[in-house]
C-alpha cells in the first residue's frame, strides 16, 4: 500500500514539475472541443451524447499514453525491482483514473459552455462521467503498458484498445441517456454494476498479466 | 504413427452435413409458417457451426497464450498464432455466409445486430493481435506481449459477446424482444435439424483443427531451417 501512494505521489511530482504534459492534454480537450464547436454548432442531445463519449475515448488514449511512454527502459526496471509489478501497475491505474475523471469534468464543463446544455439531470451525468472516465482509462492504462513493450506509440493503443473498449463504451451510453430525460431506464443499475463488473474483470486481468509484460 | 482417424471423421461428417443439410425437410412452422426463412434457413448447417469452430479455435489459441507465460517455449507461440490465424479465417466465413444470407432474409447485409458487432469485433481484436505480433522483431517479446494481449482481449471479449446480445434487440433467433440471448433459440430447432447440425460443428471443429495443424507443421519446418 505504502509503495502505491509512493509511486503516486511520484507521478504526480512528474506532473506538476513537467507540466507541459498536463497541459498539453488540457490543450488537446480544450482545442478538440473548439473544433467540434465550430463543425457542428450545438447538436441534439442523441449527437451530444454520442459526441461527448467519443471525445472522450481520444483524450483517454492520449492523457493515458504517456504514462507508460514517458519512462525509459531502465527506469522501469528499476521501479520494477523497488516497488515490484503489481504495486506498480495499480498505481498506474489509480493516478491514471484520477487524471481521466479530471479530464472528463473539465471537457464536460467545455461541452456545456461550447455545445449547448440538453442535460435533464446533470448530477447523475456527473457520476456517469466520473465512472466512465474510470473504466476508459484502465483499458488504455493496460494498453499503454502493451503499446509501450512494443515500442509503438498511441496509434498501436487505439487499434489495440477500440475494439475492446466497445462494451464500456456501448453501457456508458445507454447509462447517460438517461440524463437527458425524465425518463426511467429499465435496470439502470444493472447496467451501472455491469460497468463496474467490467472494471473489476479488468483490473484483475491486468494486475495478473503485467508480470509476464515486464518479465525480462 | 499419426493419429489420422479424426481427420476420416471430419470429412464424414462434413459430407453428410452437406448431403443432409441441402436435402432434409425443414420444419414447416418455422421455415414456412411464421417467418420469411423458406428454404434459406439450411445456412443454418453451415453459417453458424463456422462461428462454433472460431470460439473454439481462438480459446486453444488462449489455451496455449498462457502455456507461453508458464513456460516460454516458441512452440506454444506458433501454436497460439495459427490457431488464432486459422479461428479468424473461419470467423470472415461466418461474417460473409452470414452477410448474403441475412441480404435476401433481413433485407439488408448489415443492419447492426448485435451478433454482427460482435463478430466484426472479433475480427477487429485478431487482426489488432497479428498486427501488434509483426511490430515486434524481437521473438522472445513478441511472444510475451502478443500472448499477454490475447489472453486480456479474450477474457473482455467473452463477456461482451454474452452483455451485448442483451442490451438490443436482435433480428437473430431467441433476439425477439429485450430478451436478446448470447446463444441459439433453442425452441426454433427441431430434432432433425439438430440430428444435422451437431455433427455439422463437430466435423467444421474438426477441419479447422486439421488446416491449423497443417499450417503448424509448416511453420515448425520453417522454424527448424531457420534455427538450423
Given at each position: 500500500?505504502?509503495?502505491?501512494?509512493t509511486?503516486?505521489?511520484?507521478?504526480?511530482?512528474?506532473?506538476?514539475?513537467?507540466q507541459?504534459?498536463?497541459?498539453?492534454?488540457?490543450?488537446?480537450?480544450?482545442?478538440?472541443?473548439?473544433?467540434?464547436?465550430?463543425?457542428?454548432g450545438?447538436?441534439e442531445?442523441?449527437?451530444?451524447?454520442?459526441?461527448f463519449?467519443?471525445?472522450?475515448l481520444f483524450?483517454?488514449?492520449?492523457?493515458?499514453?504517456?504514462?507508460f511512454?514517458?519512462?525509459?527502459?531502465?527506469?522501469?526496471l528499476?521501479?520494477?525491482?523497488?516497488?515490484?509489478?503489481r504495486?506498480?501497475?495499480?498505481?498506474?491505474?489509480?493516478?491514471?483514473?484520477g487524471?481521466?475523471?479530471?479530464?472528463?469534468?473539465?471537457?464536460?464543463?467545455?461541452?456545456?459552455?461550447?455545445?449547448g446544455?440538453?442535460?435533464?439531470?446533470?448530477?447523475?451525468?456527473?457520476?456517469?462521467?466520473c465512472?466512465?472516465?474510470?473504466?476508459?482509462?484502465?483499458?488504455f492504462?493496460?494498453?499503454?503498458?502493451i503499446?509501450?513493450?512494443?515500442?509503438?506509440?498511441?496509434?498501436?493503443?487505439?487499434?489495440?484498445?477500440?475494439?475492446?473498449?466497445?462494451?464500456?463504451?456501448?453501457?456508458?451510453?445507454?447509462?447517460?441517456?438517461?440524463?437527458?430525460?425524465?425518463?426511467?431506464?429499465?435496470?439502470l443499475?444493472?447496467?451501472?454494476?455491469?460497468?463496474?463488473?467490467l472494471?473489476?474483470?479488468?483490473i484483475?486481468?491486468?494486475?495478473i498479466?503485467?508480470?509476464?509484460?515486464?518479465?525480462? | 504413427?499419426?493419429?489420422?482417424?479424426?481427420?476420416?471423421l471430419?470429412?464424414?461428417?462434413?459430407?453428410?452435413?452437406?448431403?443432409?443439410?441441402?436435402?432434409?425437410?425443414l420444419?414447416?412452422?418455422?421455415?414456412?409458417?411464421?417467418?420469411?426463412?423458406?428454404?434459406s434457413m439450411?445456412?443454418?448447417?453451415?453459417?453458424?457451426?463456422?462461428?462454433?469452430s472460431?470460439?473454439?479455435?481462438i480459446?486453444v489459441?488462449?489455451?496455449?497464450?498462457?502455456?507461453?507465460?508458464?513456460?516460454p517455449?516458441?512452440?506454444?507461440?506458433?501454436?497460439?498464432?495459427?490457431?488464432?490465424?486459422?479461428?479468424?479465417?473461419?470467423?470472415?466465413?461466418?461474417?460473409?455466409?452470414?452477410?448474403?444470407?441475412?441480404?435476401?432474409?433481413?433485407?439488408?447485409?448489415?443492419?447492426?445486430?448485435?451478433?454482427?458487432?460482435?463478430?466484426?469485433?472479433?475480427?477487429l481484436?485478431?487482426?489488432a493481435?497479428f498486427?501488434?505480433?509483426n511490430s515486434?522483431?524481437d521473438?522472445?517479446?513478441?511472444?510475451?506481449?502478443?500472448?499477454?494481449?490475447n489472453?486480456?482481449?479474450?477474457?473482455?471479449?467473452?463477456?461482451m459477446?454474452?452483455?451485448?446480445?442483451?442490451?438490443?434487440?436482435?433480428?437473430?433467433?431467441?433476439?425477439?424482444?429485450?430478451?436478446?440471448?448470447p446463444?441459439?433459440g433453442?425452441?426454433?430447432?427441431?430434432?432433425?435439424?439438430?440430428?444435422?447440425?451437431?455433427?455439422?460443428?463437430l466435423?467444421?471443429?474438426?477441419l479447422?483443427?486439421w488446416?491449423?495443424?497443417?499450417?503448424?507443421?509448416v511453420?515448425l519446418?520453417?522454424?527448424?531451417?531457420?534455427?538450423?
Amino acid at each position: 500500500m505504502n509503495h502505491i501512494l509512493t509511486l503516486i505521489k511520484k507521478d504526480l511530482l512528474l506532473e506538476v514539475r513537467q507540466q507541459y504534459t498536463f497541459y498539453g492534454i488540457l490543450l488537446y480537450v480544450a482545442s478538440t472541443i473548439f473544433v467540434l464547436y465550430l463543425a457542428m454548432g450545438q447538436p441534439e442531445e442523441k449527437v451530444w451524447n454520442g459526441l461527448f463519449w467519443m471525445i472522450q475515448l481520444f483524450i483517454c488514449v492520449n492523457a493515458v499514453a504517456k504514462s507508460f511512454l514517458q519512462e525509459s527502459q531502465g527506469r522501469m526496471l528499476y521501479f520494477y525491482t523497488v516497488a515490484g509489478a503489481r504495486d506498480f501497475m495499480l498505481s498506474k491505474l489509480l493516478f491514471n483514473a484520477g487524471l481521466m475523471v479530471l479530464m472528463s469534468i473539465v471537457s464536460l464543463l467545455l461541452f456545456q459552455l461550447l455545445m449547448g446544455n440538453p442535460l435533464q439531470n446533470p448530477f447523475r451525468f456527473i457520476g456517469f462521467v466520473c465512472l466512465g472516465g474510470c473504466s476508459l482509462s484502465l483499458v488504455f492504462t493496460f494498453l499503454a503498458a502493451i503499446a509501450a513493450r512494443a515500442r509503438q506509440g498511441a496509434a498501436l493503443m487505439a487499434i489495440l484498445g477500440f475494439p475492446l473498449i466497445i462494451p464500456q463504451v456501448l453501457l456508458l451510453m445507454r447509462m447517460s441517456n438517461t440524463a437527458f430525460a425524465d425518463v426511467i431506464q429499465a435496470g439502470l443499475w444493472q447496467i451501472i454494476f455491469l460497468l463496474i463488473g467490467l472494471d473489476v474483470l479488468v483490473i484483475a486481468l491486468a494486475i495478473i498479466l503485467f508480470p509476464f509484460l515486464w518479465k525480462d | 504413427m499419426r493419429q489420422y482417424w479424426w481427420k476420416i471423421l471430419s470429412i464424414v461428417l462434413l459430407i453428410y452435413t452437406f448431403i443432409a443439410g441441402l436435402l432434409i425437410p425443414l420444419p414447416y412452422e418455422t421455415a414456412y409458417a411464421s417467418s420469411n426463412l423458406y428454404e434459406s434457413m439450411r445456412n443454418f448447417f453451415f453459417h453458424v457451426p463456422m462461428w462454433f469452430s472460431q470460439l473454439a479455435l481462438i480459446t486453444v489459441s488462449l489455451f496455449y497464450s498462457i502455456k507461453y507465460l508458464r513456460n516460454p517455449n516458441p512452440t506454444y507461440d506458433i501454436y497460439a498464432t495459427e490457431f488464432a490465424r486459422t479461428g479468424t479465417v473461419l470467423g470472415v466465413l461466418g461474417l460473409i455466409t452470414g452477410a448474403i444470407w441475412a441480404q435476401y432474409t433481413w433485407g439488408a447485409a448489415w443492419s447492426n445486430d448485435p451478433k454482427q458487432i460482435g463478430a466484426a469485433i472479433a475480427l477487429l481484436i485478431y487482426v489488432a493481435y497479428f498486427v501488434l505480433r509483426n511490430s515486434m522483431p524481437d521473438m522472445d517479446k513478441r511472444g510475451r506481449v502478443a500472448a499477454v494481449y490475447n489472453i486480456f482481449a479474450y477474457f473482455i471479449y467473452i463477456p461482451m459477446i454474452l452483455i451485448l446480445p442483451r442490451l438490443t434487440e436482435s433480428l437473430h433467433p431467441g433476439g425477439k424482444g429485450s430478451e436478446g440471448n448470447p446463444g441459439l433459440g433453442g425452441s426454433s430447432l427441431d430434432a432433425t435439424m439438430r440430428l444435422v447440425f451437431w455433427p455439422g460443428v463437430l466435423g467444421w471443429i474438426l477441419l479447422s483443427t486439421w488446416i491449423s495443424t497443417l499450417r503448424l507443421r509448416v511453420r515448425l519446418l520453417e522454424e527448424k531451417k531457420h534455427s538450423a
